[in-house]
């Protein structure tokens, strides 16, 4: 009868506890005072769950920096971050979302931030498909504010662009504006072929490749598209020419970079790195360690950042950054990207003396003085649909001082647009398989990219 | 032995049962906007796709991992069929931009079709073999959907719930419409389950649940009926998954994925896969969890109140739930309700005309 006892009292109790849960959750309701509440949405899960930390971070030193907040913990940004004040009101960071990658979980916590824990304004999403859900999301929420924190796909800012939807950085095709230039004039490319991740950033940060390359001349011999986070790259490597057939290679597989390298190395014997660029998937992200070091002197696209850059403005964010969050990897684009968004919030505020909605929407600012920034006085500047016009810097994987394999400036490319000279457009289809075409035509940067070297951008001309 | 009129478990279950109702109408009055809008209607939409799963457990022997992709199927056909491209409208998919009517009933016709098409490849198979051939089922709609990338690929198509039939109306602008159109299509599907199963289809349907050989060898076409329950099961597996996209506003890969699968059947579970009922039962419970499971306040401990192991840890919490749940009660939620009548008939002695325990076949009768 003692079993048969707590069998019963075990799940009442189960019960109890469960409608308290439940009973205070509908009933509650979020404080309003007189506060600015905003929420910083990341992923806590999935491929990019590294970066927790480092967004949060990023976003919270720029609090700290222009809104008087208080660090909690210098080696652990999420313990959270008291005292921020923009236009005279407190800033409140109601929460952090955890996403994990995929579109439906990060609905799901935009919800939560912004409806359960009733947040004014979004700081994030942290990848592409997140954005482009959250994107369609922010329509229905006109009173809310939205700012990107890392997200490279071009759908959120191009074809769906909500009016309370701001971008501060460069999507993944702006990432690798240059790169295409530089293979056809360092590297005497002429033509390439290309494999690109089957979703959304893969195909955008390959677009930038191949509007770039083709732009200056070039010609895409082939494109293949491998799965998402696929395990056995055999058959894709297959459909490559062999090395002996073209020029190069455009490797924009950021699921399983290592795992696709390998089985390219299976299929034609060990790669040249000078056949191969990569985008920011060759350096970043953990393959720095893996990838990086098998590719010595390999062209990679970039990150919207100048990892290593020695401009005063580069030197003041990153002493910002460091002397707030001592671990934090300044020239990562999760912490830079995060910083400049948050920063551009607590300008918005200032002007807007605290309001929220329309208010704040107007009073964004169009212009930020972003670190790594140099064109036009240091100021990246907003499109017509608040989307980031930047500098962007693309690299070389290069051995450090102290032996470490890492990706070092080699170009500096000015003012670089989302739309490609018009290639893009917002009635255009997104990036995709055959999106966009290869073809030769003139870009706002072409012609302009200039060398830099040991981090100085000098005024050699990059032919 | 049939129950009597005036079983007071069954009044009770009625009275509980019409209150539950009457307080979900009240739902938007009583409750805060987002209670409404994501814990109930939610519960709302995953209970229906619960009460599917459970309608073939309970009365057809069936336990199907293939519900959610169906879900997904329907909200896939209303995702490419209604949504609309150029600028300033959605990316991913076919972009048809059609009629949403006909996308609604398109997706419910397809989504009906296709369970009856696995349902007839499956409905030889029981057990175990059954569970594989629906889970299998359910993996290839995930990676169909994900890698062909005309339908939307890895990416969501968003932004659907722009596109609703006129009879539906703006439900983002009013979001209590969608509310009450789920709590009104739960309450239809609940009721024309427990119809259905009272019909002589439903009715040899659990015979065939408990000795097919035997209805079998007594002229029963054992396939077919399981072929029709599965397709039945599907039309409303299709329901949940048009209510999903109209709520979520967009679908993508994941929604039909093993995890989505899973947490499917933990609601399903967690309810009682013995009564119907347990469908939304469970569905309110994982999704309480869910949503608060991280915002549990425990004052004696850290600085905050919050224990950190605790905070965001909704995995770990509804397992711990999961386990409870089968070790005490493998009947779910619904199982302790019918323990805790026991127990009380037990202390006052079984009333004149009650039966004690009621057979698993008749739950919920």
């Not at chain 1, 997104?430 to 200039?450: D, E, F, M, V, Y």
């Not at chain 2, 209970?47 to 799963?53: F, K, M, Y």
């Not at chain 2, 097919?212 to 599907?234: D, E, I, K, M």
Request: glycine residues 14%.
């Amino acid at each position: 009868m003692r079993l048969g006892r707590w069998k019963l009292l075990l799940p009442l109790a189960l019960l109890v506890a469960f409608c308290t849960v439940a009973t205070s959750g509908a009933l509650a309701t979020p404080a309003q005072s007189g506060e600015v509440r905003v929420a910083i949405m990341t992923d806590c899960k999935g491929g990019f769950g590294f970066a927790y930390e480092l967004d949060i971070g990023g976003a919270q030193a720029a609090f700290s920096q222009w809104g008087g907040g208080k660090v909690t913990n210098k080696n652990k940004p999420s313990a959270g971050m008291t005292g921020i004040k923009a236009g005279g009101k407190r800033v409140n960071i109601v929460g952090y979302g955890c996403g994990d990658d995929t579109a439906p979980t990060a609905l799901k916590e935009t919800r939560r931030l912004m409806e359960q824990l009733n947040a004014d304004v979004m700081v994030g999403p942290l990848s592409g498909d997140e954005a482009v859900a959250i994107a369609n999301y922010a329509k229905t929420k006109p009173t809310k504010t939205f700012i990107i924190g890392t997200a490279g796909s071009q759908d959120p800012t191009m074809q769906i662009a909500p009016k309370n939807m701001f971008r501060y950085h460069g999507d993944g095709a702006q990432w690798n504006a240059g790169i295409g230039e530089l293979a056809y004039k360092r590297l005497g490319w002429r033509n390439a072929a290309i494999i690109m991740d089957d979703y959304s950033f893969g195909w955008t940060s390959a677009a930038g490749m191949i509007a770039d390359f083709c732009a200056v001349g070039g010609k895409i011999t082939k494109r293949v598209f491998p799965p998402l986070n696929n395990a056995d790259y055999a058959a894709f490597v297959r459909q490559l020419p062999a090395p002996d057939d073209v020029d190069g290679y455009f490797w924009a597989v950021g699921g399983n970079t290592p795992g696709s390298l390998t089985a390219f190395e299976q299929a034609y014997g060990k790669a040249d790195p000078k056949q191969f660029i990569g985008n920011l998937f060759f350096a970043f992200l953990g393959n720095d360690k893996v990838v990086a070091p098998k590719f010595v002197g390999s062209y990679i696209g970039g990150f919207g950042t100048g990892p290593g850059l020695k401009t005063p403005q580069a030197k003041q964010y990153e002493r910002a950054v460091t002397t707030r969050y001592p671990k934090l990897p300044v020239a990562d684009g999760f912490v830079y990207n995060y910083y400049n968004a948050a920063w551009a919030l607590v300008l918005g505020l200032n002007k807007s003396g605290g309001q929220v909605g329309a208010a704040l929407q107007r009073a964004m600012p169009r212009t930020l003085k972003s670190g790594y920034e140099v064109s036009d006085g240091g100021n990246v500047r907003l499109d017509v649909r608040r989307q980031a016009i930047q500098d962007q810097y693309q690299l070389q994987l290069a051995k450090n001082a102290d032996g470490t394999i890492g990706p070092q400036v080699v170009a500096y490319v000015p003012n670089v647009d989302q739309s490609f000279g018009g290639l893009f457009k917002p009635s255009s289809p997104p990036p995709g398989r055959s999106q966009p075409a290869c073809k030769k035509q003139k870009t706002p940067w072409q012609g302009k990219l200039k060398a830099v070297k040991n981090g100085v951008i000098t005024k050699t001309t990059i032919k | 032995m049939r129950k009597t009129a005036w079983d007071p478990k069954t009044v009770a279950e009625r009275g509980l049962g019409l209150g539950a109702v009457v307080v979900a109408l009240l739902g938007p009055v009583i409750f805060s906007a987002y209670f409404t809008s994501t814990v109930l209607t939610q519960t709302f939409i995953f209970g229906i796709a619960a009460a599917s799963l459970i309608f073939l457990s309970a009365y057809g022997g069936m336990i199907s991992l293939a519900q959610t992709a169906l879900m997904g199927i329907a909200g896939y056909v209303i995702g490419n069929l209604v949504t609309k491209g150029g600028a300033g409208g959605e990316t991913k998919g076919l972009v048809l931009g059609w009629d949403p009517t006909l996308a609604l009933v398109l997706a419910l016709v397809i989504t009906t079709a296709v369970g009856l098409i696995l349902g007839a490849v499956a409905s030889r198979s029981f057990g175990i073999y059954f569970l594989m051939l629906t889970l299998t089922f359910g993996v290839i709609a995930n990676y169909f959907f994900g890698q062909v990338t005309k339908l939307g690929g890895f990416s969501p198509i968003a932004g659907i719930n722009q596109y609703t039939p006129p009879f539906v109306g703006d439900i983002l602008g009013h979001p209590d419409k969608l509310y009450y159109i789920a709590l009104g299509t739960s309450l239809v599907v609940y009721v024309v389950m427990r119809y259905l199963v009272r019909t002589p289809f439903g009715l040899s349907l659990q015979g065939l649940r408990d000795e097919p050989v035997r209805l079998g060898s007594l002229g029963y076409n054992v396939p077919l009926h399981r072929t029709l329950a599965f397709g039945f099961a599907a039309f409303v597996a299709a329901l949940a998954g048009v209510l999903l996209v109209w709520w979520d506003g967009q679908i993508a890969p994941q929604n039909l994925g093993l995890g989505a699968t899973i947490d499917l059947l933990i609601i399903a579970v967690i309810g009682g896969l013995g009564r119907l009922e347990g469908a939304w039962l469970g569905a309110f419970a994982f999704i309480v969890i869910n949503n608060y499971v991280r915002d549990i306040q425990f004052p004696f401990a850290s600085e905050k109140g919050v224990l950190p192991w605790v905070g965001g840890s909704f995995n770990t919490v509804i397992g711990v739930v999961f386990l409870v749940i089968v070790l005490v009660s493998p009947d779910g939620l619904m199982g302790i309700w019918n323990r805790m009548w026991d127990a009380v008939r037990r202390r006052g002695g079984p009333s004149q005309g009650v039966e004690t325990r009621e057979p698993a076949a008749e739950a919920g009768t």
